[in-house]
């Protein structure tokens, strides 16, 4: 797995932040601080994914580093391949708004050759690669058809090729694969794990599918209201979580004499069918959390069944993230 | 300049491209003029009993309506794309894919001028051949009209780019430019030369009314403004503008950065 901190950087941010004010001067106390001081390092050749609740400020801080939003505080800065800092932004490429980031009424190769141009690419340059890239996502067939008649699968596809023209060394990308059935998705994926393994490119891609984050992705990063509150490589996830994650199996009426002791800790209980056992799940915040539980659980000295380490699922680790982080927010409050 | 002249192929292909997979929507816009113009020239020959002044002041009335045909172009089309390209998503694409977007809008400006010239070509014809009068444009004075039209019309694309600007901050604007079309067909019809002193300089300093006067010395009188007696008279079309198009600039830029503050330029 990628990701360790000796790569150099693709590019940071610093201390970015993003309010958006309402046109009208007298609407300003509504408005939204989508994003709220984010620093993160990029390494370069990585797959980087960010992950967040709706309105958590994803699609703002992937335009802020494609240049289509201004941020209101901090910057972000890019790296060339030595390491040394860009004084403009690099080609980039970008998927923002699927399928809708293409002329419907042009064909996909139509739409190739109109980017391409934009790109400053020649007429050869884009010949080959339109080529290339048609094979890539399987759209060869598809080439000359009017792009509104495509698939909406296919169309993404189209988009995702459009973003690749000119071999950017950074792809951004919005929701990939919403909306996609499996083989698409699979496809994508695919191609993108090859484009960084293979070129070193560096992709963000922001989604809601945690399977997909963590099949791809070499470094998660959870946003929450603004915040990056969480990251980190997957495995380096999981292991933080798997400390924090005990389950334990044991008759319900033992739990029932336990179950106010133990009011203190953050825990999810869920009963058996028959009624008779209860598996408890405990997220702890931090080491010493399980000394402290298993201190009091010994002192109470139940008739066990089990008692366990979960390994969460990036799912279990986002949910625990983002609600645990609500919940501070709350008490702040 | 090479890199200009392949954006404006690749910007000509595509507006080709686009327009004949509708040309319905061609067809009917010319046809829509060509109706326009006969309705104001029966109604006009109602009023007007006598032929000879009707003849005399049929070149003029003809050209004022062609370059009003102009207008409502370079007026309204760039913000029209900006509009439905926002609406469709395609915009944020092209401005991460090419980021000076005011040269890009001027190279579509160029491309539109010249698929407007086209269509004024197939109007100009019609309306001559309905109306029997032929306008005097020939090998003589063809490039004098051409620099006269592109000049004047350059300035009326500032305005343009002032409502490119604002769609990319408001969206939905085509209203307005519905309005200013109105605005600018009195200017395009205004007899200034009639009216003299400072009055005639202040109008001649409103857009489209300079240069639809000297097209009309050209075309009408069969005279010339390009033989050094009046050169103020070009010096000051060219200045015209060059002042527009600078104000139109700056607006759009400004816009440009309003709208990458607000992040408007695509759905939200
Ligand atoms: N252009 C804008 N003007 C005003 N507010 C905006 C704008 N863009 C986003 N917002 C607000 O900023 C916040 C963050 O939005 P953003 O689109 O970045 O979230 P997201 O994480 O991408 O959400 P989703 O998962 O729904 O795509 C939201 O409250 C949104 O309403
Ligand atoms: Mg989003």
Redesign the interface.
Known sequence: MAGTTDQQDAFRLEGLA?T??P?LPWHRHRAVEAVRGIDLKVPRGCIFSLLGPNGAGKT?TI?II?????PTRGRVVFYDRDGSELRS?PR?G?V???S???????SPL?NL???G????LSLTQIRREADELLEMFDLTKKARA?TQTLSRGMQQKVAVA?ALLGKPEILLLDEPTLGLDVESSRLIQKRLRELVERDGRTIILTTHMMELAARVADRIGILSEGELIAEDSLPNLVAFFRQQNYELQLPRSEWERLRNDVSAFRFTEERSSDDEEVRITFHLDSREGFYKLSELLLSRRPQFITISQVTPSLEDIFLQITQHYAGRKGDEA | MIRALKLFRAELVRSVLLALRYPIELFIGLFIMYILFMGLFLGARSLVRDPQVLSASLDGFIISYVMWFFVISALGRLAHHIESEAQMGVLEQIFLTYPRVLALMMIRSAVDFITSLLMVVVLLVCIMASTGKWLAIGTGNILQILFLLIVTVAGIYGFGLIFAGLALVFKRIGQVGTIMQFAFFFLAYFPAEQISGWLKVAFYSLPLTLGVSLIKTVVVEQSTVFDGTRPWLLLGLVINSAVYLLIGSAVFLICERKSRIDGRLGQY
């Open positions: 993003k958006f004010y046109i703002t335009k494609a240049g289509l939003i201004l932004r980039l970008a923002l708004e699927g809708r980031n293409l002329y419907w009424r042009l139509e050759y109109y980017f141009e934009l790109k400053g009017s459009v």
